[in-house]
């Protein structure tokens, strides 16, 4: 539920508004247990070096409100700067089980407790979100080709039930359960419950997200084009992130049990404890590039480039523990798994310039390029003892990494040795391949009449069948590791191999777009001898159809006049003159079908230039002037004996649209 009131007030813009929103999110599930195998081999051999899984029912119902209010104003200080000034409050209500089915683990008295009876709720209220902005745009010349801007705000993020769901799976509830370590598939079950449970919790502290953001940028208008360069920042602040608070010290886990004073399994043994909490942060810096070239000469284009960096503790919020050493998590900040360096992008579209005949008009050619640096690999071992969970302890590195960039062998492995302990490596340090695709496409429509096209569509991606590779492989000791084994993308998605596809579409014009092209083709003189035939045939049957404000007169400024006047009534004297010009000046029917026209539609007219006798003939488009500034088409328009409409020697205007 939202609403928004607008206030106009001398050079103020005011806006203010409120918003309450109601999630209502029903969960149900079963957990059917995971392995994590080192190798190949390995998983043929059914020999896992993880596995959990949770046993029983995992339902739940939950609730979660949020409130929001905001004022905002645009203020015009001067006609060349506008500042634009704002304040936002939300409140992220903590969310609530319908029967009580939140069961978290409390670190200061190593015990699993249910909110709604040991606790009132599952974490604390966020409920100081006040986000300021602030921006302007300023016009430092008085040409108004040049426009600088900048902004500064800060936005809040509101949390998604996921990140209390699983709560709901622990005892007494269902029982979670991990192991780490060689285990078979024939007695995960056996080994894991001994290991201990499981659980997942929420840090009762946590704090919503929120991120700060600002960008300075200029844009000038060129002849041809718009040219825009700018700088974009943000840090984020609070982020979702995971961590095991039972990662084991020398072997030993801080939480071996679940305390004798636990109200639910008390001296349960405990594995993995993994804790949900806003402690993570993120940073991102780009120079950003853009040119922009609307339609002109038949070419218009887009095209950016983006220089940019990106660092965080962990790139998904939605993600398990990532981090190599849960008690320091500063030491996994590194370069995001989405990092690309450079990127560079430009779609553009051709209108080729053949007219004469469908054969010839109508085709149009269009690309999209795309080129970016690679993304980041995150090297890690085998091992899952150190710190309870597969797949996050990294190496050692002894030596300079470099990338070789082969298939085989896209970089040097032989620099990275496995250790039982916490690895000196960095999280994100090797670049991955990079990616280039072209797509293309060619275009034919063909105008059957007024209301129907016909296009006919040849699509190619990735039209030079460049292979885009995946990631290397990035486990230390594995047959893969280093080596390329696949694209980044499957089969059938963009980027992955070149596709061709064919599209035969039939579009239906609307009144506003018949209306249109025969003013666009007016303006650019875009007509034939037969084009006007075909009009004065085809607005006839179709002015039936069209109401009186369809309305459209083509006709030829006379010199001098500046701006299109509004329609004025023509009289008996100028009708007539207007037929007797179209006759004397055009060949053949046309000039008869002007002056008949002329005379049907004159007399006793109305304030729309329509003979009531007709019910709505609608010539008056072609054939109507203007007494002050525009002059009778069939009157100072000739058509050459090629078929070609041109100007007037007299006039030497190109035709002005009035209506």
């Known amino acids: 539920m939202a609403d928004t009131v607008s206030w106009l007030y001398g050079r103020h813009s005011l806006k203010l508004g409120g918003e309450y929103r109601q999630f209502l999110n029903n969960n149900f599930r079963q957990g059917t247990g995971s392995f994590n ?31 929001g209010f905001f004022v905002q104003d645009s203020y015009k200080l001067r006609p060349d700067l506008t500042l634009e000034l704002g304040l936002r409050y939300e409140w992220n209500m903590t969310p609530s089980e319908r029967y009580d089915r939140f069961i978290v683990f409390d670190p200061k008295t190593a015990s699993l407790v249910r909110v709604g009876t040991n606790i009132d709720a599952i974490y604390r209220e966020n409920n100081k979100n006040f986000q300021p902005r602030v921006g302007f745009a300023w016009t430092p010349f008085k040409n108004g080709k040049t426009v600088l801007r900048g902004a500064y705000g800060i936005y809040v993020d509101q949390p998604m039930t996921s990140i209390v769901t699983a709560t709901s799976g622990n005892p007494p509830l269902a029982i979670p359960l991990t192991f780490t370590g060689t285990v078979r598939l024939d007695n995960a079950i056996n080994v894991a419950g001994p ?11 946590f704090d919503n997200a929120y991120m700060q953001s600002w960008n300075l940028n200029a844009q000038h208008e060129f002849s041809k084009f718009v040219l825009m360069v700018g700088y974009i920042g943000s840090k984020g602040t609070h982020l979702i992130t995971r961590r095991n608070l039972n ?7 801080p939480y071996p049990t679940l305390s004798l004073s636990s109200p639910i399994r008390p001296g349960t043994p405990l594995g993995n404890i993994t804790q949900v909490e806003g402690t993570g942060n993120s940073s991102y810096n780009a120079l950003w590039v853009t040119a922009t070239r609307r339609l002109t000469n038949n070419l218009q284009f887009d095209a950016s480039y983006t220089w940019s960096k990106s660092l965080d503790y962990n790139s998904y919020s939605t993600g398990g523990i990532v981090a190599q050493d849960s008690y320091d998590l500063a030491g996994s ?15 553009a579209i051709y209108v080729l310039p053949f007219r004469g005949n469908r054969l010839v008009d109508g085709w149009q050619l269009a690309a999209i390029v795309q080129s970016q640096s690679g993304n980041p690999v995150n090297i890690v071992t085998t091992n ?22 082969s298939v085989d062998s896209w970089f040097d492995t032989s620099v990275f040795a496995p250790v039982a302990r916490l690895g000196n490596l960095g999280r994100n340090v090797v670049i991955g391949p990079t990616f280039n695709n072209t797509d293309f496409s060619i275009t034919k429509t063909t105008k059957l009449n007024e209301r129907f096209r016909l296009q006919l569509r040849a699509e190619v991606f990735d039209l030079f069948n460049h292979a885009n590779f995946g990631p290397p492989g990035n486990v230390v000791g594995t047959p893969s590791f280093g080596r390329i084994t696949n694209t980044r993308f499957p089969t059938g998605e963009s980027g992955s191999s070149r596709q061709i596809q064919f599209a035969l579409r039939l579009i239906l014009a609307g009144e506003k777009t018949i209306l249109e092209r025969a003013r666009v083709a007016a303006l650019n003189r875009d ?19 069209l109401p009186n404000h369809a309305l459209m007169k083509v006709a030829v400024p006379k010199p001098g006049a500046r701006h299109p006047a509004r329609f004025n009534i023509p009289d008996w004297t100028q009708c007539v003159i207007s037929g007797i010009r179209g006759l004397v000046s055009l060949y053949s029917l046309i000039g008869m079908l002007i002056l008949v026209a002329s005379l049907c539609c004159c007399p006793n007219t109305n304030q729309e230039g329509l003979n ?19 002059v009778n088409l069939a009157g ?12 007037s020697r007299r006039s030497g205007r190109a035709p002005c649209v009035t209506g």
């Open 247 to 253: 990662q084991p010290v020398n072997g030993v886990r």
């Open 37 to 67: 195998f080192a190798t190949v081999a390995a998983f043929l051999a059914g020999t896992a070096n993880s596995f959990s899984v949770t046993l029983g029912n995992q339902s739940s119902s939950i609730a979660q409100g949020a409130l």
């Open 195 to 205: 290991a201990g449970l499981a659980p997942q919790t929420i840090d009762h502290d």
């Open 333 to 347: 900040r590194g370069l995001s798994d989405f990092d690309a360096r450079h990127r560079f992008v430009i779609s």
């Open 612 to 630: 009531p006798l007709w019910i709505r003939p609608k010539l008056s488009w072609l054939l109507d002037s203007n007494q002050k500034d525009c």
């Open 636 to 647: 100072w328009l000739a058509i050459s004996r090629r078929g070609t409409l041109r100007t």
């Open 384 to 405: 899952a003892t150190v710190n309870g969970v597969a797949g996050t302890l990294r190496p050692d590195v002894n030596g300079p990494i470099k990338i070789l960039g």
């Open 527 to 545: 007509y034939s001898a037969i084009e006007i035939k075909r009009l004065l045939r085809n607005r006839v049957s179709a002015a039936m159809k």
